[in-house]
Every structure is written in structure tokens, then in C-alpha cells.
């Protein structure tokens, strides 16, 4: 299959490594966050201030089963994605699902490095690493592969992750 999804955490890498991945790959690379920034003419921070969580979720959704997939690409959703059952299962059809499993120190120190963002289900969960309980389950549902990421950089890791998908791509 020429498409690969990266889900996991903020924070956690999909951005920086998927683009790695779809560059050694000689794939394009897209990040539906920047679809829905170009599409909304908005910062996704601002977005998500001016309508609020469960409409972020709706349009995020809509971006996952609308948006025309290239072949060969590698696909950087937002953490949240996970929230949308439909979404994550046209994208778990169209691609293989690659969950970078990131401790959350990681995430944490990663985010801390960025202009602020919204994430979905923080305030209510009340800390990443209860966030994170939640939300595992779900990544852990949708995923073809788990990469554990542990203090790599992120070229590092982008070679672990076309490792195991070499791997799975020869098994399946
Ligand atoms: N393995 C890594 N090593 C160092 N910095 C990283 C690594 N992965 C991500 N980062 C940094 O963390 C921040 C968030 O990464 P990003 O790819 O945007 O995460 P995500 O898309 O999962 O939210 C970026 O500044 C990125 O450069
Ligand atoms: O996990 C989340 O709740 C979110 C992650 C962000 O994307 P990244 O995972 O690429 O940072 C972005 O979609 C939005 O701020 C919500
Ligand atoms: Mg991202």
C-alpha cells in the first residue's frame, strides 16, 4: 500500500518524522492540519479558540474523509484524529497506520519547544499523562504498527519507522 498515516501524541513527532519518511520514501508529504489552516485561512490555534473543541473535532473530521490522498504520500494528521471513527477508518484503509509511541517526557519537552496549541481533551483530562490514558487505547486501535520513540532524533527515528514498515509491508 504507497500511503502512510502517523498518529500519536502532539508533540510526539508525526510532522517532523513523517516528512523524513516521505523524503527518504521519494513520497509527498502531507500534514491535514495545514489543510485545514490553508483551507479555514487560520492559525489552527486561532481556529480552535474562536469555535471551540467539539467544532475543531467536526472539522477535522470533515478534512479526514474529504480531503484526495495522492499515491505514494505520507499523511501527518493531528493528535486528535483519533477522535473520528470514520476518519481513521478511511484513512486505516487507504494507508498503513504507523503510532509513534512517544514517553510522554518526550511530548512534554516537544510541545514546550512550540508556539502554544490547543489539544483536544487536555483541560478535561487534566494532565498529558491522564490525556494519554485515554487516548492510547484509541491509537493502539487504529494502528497498523507502534514505533517506540525514545530519545532519538528525529532522523533516527524516521529510519525506525521505514525499518518496521519494510518489515510489515513484506509480511502483509
Ligand atoms: N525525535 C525528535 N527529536 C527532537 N525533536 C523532535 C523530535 N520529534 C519531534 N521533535 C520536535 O518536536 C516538535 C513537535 O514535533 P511535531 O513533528 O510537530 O509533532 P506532532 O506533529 O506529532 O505534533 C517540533 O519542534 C519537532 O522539531
Ligand atoms: O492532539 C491534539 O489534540 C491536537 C494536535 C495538533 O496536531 P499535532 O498532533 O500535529 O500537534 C492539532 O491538530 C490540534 O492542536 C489538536
Ligand atoms: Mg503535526
Known amino acids: 500500500m504507497s500511503r502512510v498515516t502517523m498518529i500519536g501524541m502532539p508533540g510526539s513527532g508525526k510532522s ?4 523524513i519518511v516521505a523524503e527518504r520514501l521519494g513520497w509527498q508529504f502531507l500534514d491535514t492540519d495545514k489543510v485545514i489552516e490553508a483551507r479555514r485561512g487560520v492559525a489552527l490555534q486561532e481556529l480552535i479558540d474562536q469555535v471551540g473543541e467539539p467544532a475543531f473535532l467536526a472539522i477535522e473530521e470533515e478534512t479526514l474523509l474529504e480531503v484526495e490522498f495522492p499515491d505514494s504520500c505520507v499523511i501527518a494528521p493531528g493528535g486528535s484524529a483519533i477522535y ?3 476518519g481513521m477508518q478511511r484513512l486505516a484503509e487507504l494507508s498503513t497506520v504507523v503510532f509513534l509511541d512517544a514517553p510522554i517526557a518526550e511530548v512534554r519537552a516537544h510541545i514546550a ?3 502554544p496549541r490547543g489539544i483536544i481533551g487536555l483541560v478535561e483530562a ?3 499523562e491522564a490525556l494519554l490514558a485515554v487516548r492510547l487505547p484509541l491509537y493502539r486501535r487504529w494502528a497498523h504498527l507502534c514505533v517506540s520513540c525514545c530519545e532519538a532524533t528525529a532522523e533516527v527515528e524516521a529510519d525506525q519507522v521505514l525499518a518496521q514498515l519494510a518489515s510489515y509491508w513484506h509480511k502483509n
Open 16 to 19: 517532523v518524522v513523517g516528512r
Open 84 to 86: 473520528s471513527g470514520s
Open 113 to 115: 519547544g512550540q508556539a
Open 126 to 128: 487534566g494532565s498529558l
